[in-house]
Structure formats: C-alpha cells, structure tokens
C-alpha cells in the first residue's frame, strides 16, 4: 500500500481575452472545474499505475464528486476527511497567448492534523509506502513517524522549500525532483553542473531528476543511472511530473529494478505531454504497455 499524504484542488479555469485589470468587472469565454492539485494528481497516476494507493487528505464536506472521481479513478478515499474549510482551489485566467495568471486557495489542504496522521500511520505496515509533495501541512511530522513506523518515505518537494526540504531529507529514502526544483535546492545555475553536484551533496540519498524532454536521472550510492525521455509530439505537459511519479513508484513497489521503472514511468509520461489536461491525460497501464511494445 502507498499513503499519498496530498493536495486535492479544484481547478476553475477561465478563458478571458486578457487578465482582469484592477477595478475591472469582465465576463469569461468559458468555464472549466477540473480536478487538481500535485497529490490528487499523483494518487490518480498511481491507482492508473496499477498501485493499491490510499489518499490521505482533506476537502470540504460538499464536494462529494471529488470523491466520486477519484473513486471512479482507482484511488481509495476513505482517508479524506470532510470538513467544514473550502476544498483547496486554484482560479486560473488563461489567455488566448496560452498566458496564465493564478489564484491559489490552500484551503482544506492545510487543515491535516497530527492525530489524522498518527490513526492512518498505525494502522499501516511494515515496509508500506507514504508519498509527500508540499502543498499540505505537517510535512516533519508526517515524514518523522513514518520512519518510526518502518515506512518508505518518497518525497516530491513541489513547490520547492529549500529550507523545508534540507530540514527533512534525513527522513526521506526517496527525494524525486524536477531540475528547476534540483537547482534551487543545490545552488546550480546550469543542469549540467546540478548533474555533476547533486550525487556529491547528498551521497546517502536516492535521488530521481526528472529532465522534462530529456529523460530522467537516478542517483544512488555514487551511481548515476540515466534514461532518455520518449520523443513524442508534446502538446501540453502539465502533469506530466505526476504521471512519472505515480508509475515510477507503483513499478518499484511491485519489485521492478529502478531502470525498468523509470522507462515505463518516461513512457507513461511521454503519453501524457501528448493529451490535455491534467488527470485526465494520465494513461493507464495498458495503454503504457502498448506504448512501449511499438
Ligand atoms: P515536471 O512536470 O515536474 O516539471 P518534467 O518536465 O521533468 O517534470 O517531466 C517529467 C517526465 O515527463 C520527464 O522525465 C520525461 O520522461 C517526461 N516528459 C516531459 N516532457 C516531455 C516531452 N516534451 N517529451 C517526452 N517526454 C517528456
């Protein structure tokens, strides 16, 4: 079992001519709600995956159609507590230059509270999985009775903390970053450097880069391990993050060896950056085996 402590959004996007100016009262062109947010993202990708994945969070007691979603999806809900705090949410402005402009609401996200985690933490097992991005609270808490626990901790830092990360990385035994998140964390300028200095800075981490259309590293006992991205034809790679996350996860916890997990994790997110949208464009395992038989 995989414990994704995460964010669950609600994505009200908006299709202006222009952003609103101040003081100006303007109508919208269209109206989407989509689901969101980096950790109901990566609970969708890794019940999609095939993982036996269990969300942890927190929405306001209404919106029982996130539920239904991502029951629907394959992810395990009874851990989302319903609560009187508006479910986060996100107002994007989107132009026709494809621009964003974006209101973020925390929300429901932040109201996770330390005996929530202790009952979902006691009642798992040896060697099960917790998964943490940062976009809730009590990231150190979570992360220190994990270990207690004898859990696997996999942490995405996303929105990159830099102090926040630093300060919990002993807890973590597997840290997967972006490279804008890897150079913020090490100081780099250029992904070359950050490449050459990341394995050198933390020596005892197992470490996974995501390089966007240049495929993924893994960093491991001074061991560098690469896989190129798929060339695909990329028309949107929002998610595409997530998807690798939640297949790379759910192929090592059914006992992949990390190479094979990171191809099919590169394939399951090379499908993505192909679709639009977020969950929506996540695939699913079958259509990455196919992809990856061509
Ligand atoms: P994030 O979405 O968190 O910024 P990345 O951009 O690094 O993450 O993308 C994650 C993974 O998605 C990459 O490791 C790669 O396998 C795949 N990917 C991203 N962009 C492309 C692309 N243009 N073509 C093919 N694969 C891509």
Not at 54 to 72: C, M, P
Not at 206 to 232: I, Q
Request: with cysteine.
């Amino acid at each position: 079992t995989i414990y994704n402590f995460g964010s669950i959004n609600l994505d009200h996007l908006y299709q202006l001519d222009h952003f609103v100016r101040p003081g100006e009262t303007m109508a919208s062109n269209s109206y989407q709600c989509l689901l969101g947010g980096k950790g109901a993202n990566q609970s969708v990708a890794l019940a999609k995956a095939g993982a036996d994945v269990k969300h942890v969070g927190a929405i306001h007691h209404s919106d029982q159609s996130i539920i239904d979603q991502l029951e629907s999806l394959g992810v395990n809900t009874d851990l989302i507590r319903r609560i009187d705090v508006p479910t986060g949410h996100a107002i994007i402005q989107l132009t026709k230059e494809a621009e964003n402009s974006i209101i973020l609401y925390q929300g429901a996200n932040h109201a996770l509270t330390q005996e929530q985690v202790d009952q979902v933490l006691s009642s798992a097992n040896e060697g099960d999985w917790v998964l943490l991005q940062n976009e809730t609270n009590l990231i150190e808490y979570i992360m220190r009775k994990a270990q207690e626990n004898k859990l696997n901790v996999a942490f995405n830092p996303a929105p990159m903390d830099v102090e926040l990360t630093k300060k919990v990385l002993e807890f973590v035994d597997l840290l997967i970053v972006n490279e804008v998140e890897a150079m913020d964390l090490i100081g780099t300028k250029d992904i070359d450097s950050t490449i050459e200095a990341f394995p050198k800075a933390y020596p005892d981490l197992a470490v996974l880069m995501t390089l966007g259309k240049a495929g993924v590293c893994y960093f491991s006992d001074n061991k560098t391990l690469s896989v190129e991205a798929f060339s695909v034809d990329a028309v949107d790679t929002t998610a595409a993050g997530d998807t690798f996350i939640g297949f790379c996860l759910s192929s090592l916890m059914k006992g992949d060896e990390i190479k094979q997990a990171m191809t099919r994790a590169c394939a399951a997110s090379a499908i993505c950056v192909t679709r639009l949208g977020a969950a929506s464009a996540i695939p699913t395992q079958e259509e990455v085996t196919a992809f990856l038989a061509k």
